[in-house]
């Protein structure tokens, strides 16, 4: 049994199906923080995935999301 505990976004934000994790690191001397993106979509056999792959309506979504990161 792998008792390696998997890093956790410190924050999560969504708007609709796409969403922001923010992820805390520690450098030698600060702290300094990372967003990745991600898209939820129900494949075939209606189990929930998620991708790192946009549409271009996607990109508004990823702006207000931006935009809510930034405050």
Request: hydrophobic share 35%.
């Amino acid at each position: 049994m792998d008792t390696t505990a998997k890093p956790k976004p410190v924050h999560t934000i969504r708007e609709q199906d796409v969403k922001a994790a923010i992820w805390v690191n520690q450098g030698e001397s600060e702290q300094y923080f990372n967003v990745t993106f991600s898209r939820m979509y129900t494949d075939s056999e209606k189990k929930l995935k998620d991708t790192m792959s946009f549409g271009v309506h996607d990109l508004s979504k990823i702006e207000v999301i931006i935009g809510k990161v930034r405050r």
